[in-house]
Every structure is written in C-alpha cells, then in structure tokens.
C-alpha cells in the first residue's frame, strides 16, 4: 500500500496560480498511474490530470492548457500546477495512485478556493 498526503491547496483570486502537492510514502516508480482528482460541492468526483510511470498525461477538457501534472521520482511526490484559475476550478482535489487493477489509494484532500 502507499499513504499519500496532499498540500498546496488555498484561496486564490480568478487568474491566479497554485500548486498542489502530492507526497507518497514509499517510492513512486512502480507505481502505473498517478492522478488528481477534484469534488465541487453537490458534485460527483471527476478526473483532472493523470501522469504515468512511463511519464505519459492526460487532461480534462476542462483543464487543458491550463493545469499541468509532473512527478518527482527522487522526491516521491506528484505536483499539479494550476494557472489561470477559474472561480469553477474550486473543489476539493485528491490525489490518487493506481497501485494495480481495481486497487487505489487516496488521499485525505486539499481545498482549492477561487474567488470572482
């Protein structure tokens, strides 16, 4: 299994950046996927960026252009870097790993907060 702790999370204006943080406690190389997700308020939970072991991502339509995911092998940690925020981006936002099929770790979630 593997612990994953998030932070970076805030109240931001419209148009600013944040970056979320996603620290894993065990190394992150054999690990086949990462990814954040986010929760809105009276909303499902829905896919914002995924990155994979071999470094390849995927975005949500929603965030593309605009958010970036990476990982730091050495440091076990994935980072997603959002620009240009939108008062819509505010959500809570997990971080998840896919350890193997149908087996998943979250973790506990940082709130991101944007004002008009």
């Known amino acids: 299994q593997v612990q994953l702790v998030e932070s970076g999370g805030g109240l931001v204006q419209a148009g600013g950046s944040l970056r979320l943080s996603c620290a894993a406690s065990r190394s992150i190389l054999s690990i086949n996927t990462m990814g954040w997700y986010r929760q809105a308020p009276g909303k499902q939970r829905e896919l914002v960026a995924t990155?994979?072991?071999?470094?390849?991502?995927n975005y949500a339509d929603s965030v593309k252009g605009r958010f970036t995911i990476s990982s730091d092998i050495a440091k076990n940690t994935v980072y997603l870097q959002m620009n240009s925020l939108k008062p819509e981006d505010t959500a809570v936002y997990y971080c998840?790993?896919?350890?193997?099929?149908?087996?998943?770790?979250w973790g506990q979630g940082t709130q991101v907060t944007v004002s008009s």
């Open positions: 990155i994979t072991g071999g470094g390849s991502t």
């Open positions: 998840n790993a896919k350890l193997r099929i149908n087996v998943f770790a």
